[in-house]
């Protein structure tokens, strides 16, 4: 089973990310998206990433893709970084270039290690300005 993704953002923005990597490579498994909204705060985050852990195999790792390093997705992850015995990370900044890499990377090698540095790596790459290029 592949390494398990919970992608957590601020708004709707989780599910548009999961649906964006969808349409372009395909129907994804063992992925969960958690959506924070108004009104909600960190003990509502870590009440849903509970649920989407139960419903995933986390054998291989877990990581976590939050859109705000420090934000609230973030540090609801931290907390279970910190205290549950699972092997997981946090990787902030989630971007389309980021996601679709380590989604296909782990359907190739699922290295729980090597899919961090790749998100990280293609992440950076994947922010460009033309003029600079051109």
């Known amino acids: 089973m592949n390494t398990a993704i919970i992608i957590c953002t601020h708004g709707k923005l989780a599910t548009e990310f999961l649906n964006t990597a969808e349409l372009i490579i395909g129907k994804q498994k063992n992925i ?3 959506n924070f909204f108004t009104g909600e705060n960190i003990d509502d985050i870590l009440k849903k990433y509970e649920i989407a852990i139960k419903n995933l195999n986390i054998k291989n790792g877990l990581i976590f893709l939050v859109d705000i390093w420090g934000g609230s997705p973030f540090n609801a992850a ?6 549950k015995n699972i092997t997981c990370d946090i990787i902030s900044g989630i971007n389309i270039p980021m996601i679709l890499e380590i989604l296909m990377e782990r359907e190739e090698n699922d290295n729980f290690e090597k899919l961090i540095k790749i998100a990280i790596k293609n992440g950076k790459i994947g922010i460009k300005n033309t003029k600079k290029i051109f």
Not at 78 to 83: A, G, V
């Open 32 to 34: 969960k998206t958690i």
């Open 78 to 83: 931290n907390k279970i970084l910190n205290e």
